[in-house]
């Protein structure tokens, strides 16, 4: 069987769950509240940042985790999310779809970041388009 695309990956219909954890994890202590995102949950969040504004990963969970009445948000899943977005993003932009038709998955993808190194495309385009985006909003 062939591997799934990242697009095929983004487009899985999953919800966003809240669990109460067992035990201590990453950051987020025993009997929280821990938001499980969504692929499409961090798509939205992305196309919200306006153009010129960068958001690390941490306040991307804390923001996800307030929006849906939980304390956390997953680390791990949020990371694997991102990429899927920007994964398959980048999938978009080989298909034809222009820069300004695609998640500005740069705003939330930090060159030199854990998710940035796994990219299989590398990092040009982040460092490309953040450069753009200041130069355009200064």
């Not at 999310?81 to 978009?92: D, G, K, P, S």
């Not at 034809?96 to 939330?108: H, I, N």
């Not at 796994?118 to 385009?125: A, H, I, R, S, Y």
Request: proline letters at 7%; aromatic letters at 8%; hydrophobic letters at 40%.
């Amino acid at each position: 069987m062939a591997r799934k695309t990242w697009i095929e990956k983004f487009r899985v219909e999953k919800q966003p769950e809240i669990k109460r954890t067992d035990k201590a994890f990453a950051d987020i202590p025993e009997k929280s509240l821990m938001l499980i995102a969504t692929p499409r949950l961090v798509d939205a969040y992305i196309r919200e940042i306006p153009p010129g504004t960068f958001v690390d990963t941490a306040t991307i969970r804390k923001d996800l985790a307030l929006a849906h009445g939980a304390e956390y948000t997953c680390p791990v899943t949020t990371g694997i999310f991102l990429r899927i977005v920007a994964e398959a993003t980048y999938e978009e932009l080989l298909a034809g779809k222009s820069l300004e038709d695609v998640t500005p998955f740069w705003r939330a993808v930090a060159p030199g970041s854990p998710t940035a190194k796994k990219l299989t495309f590398g990092q040009e385009l982040i460092i490309q388009q953040r450069e753009k985006e200041q130069q355009e909003t200064n």
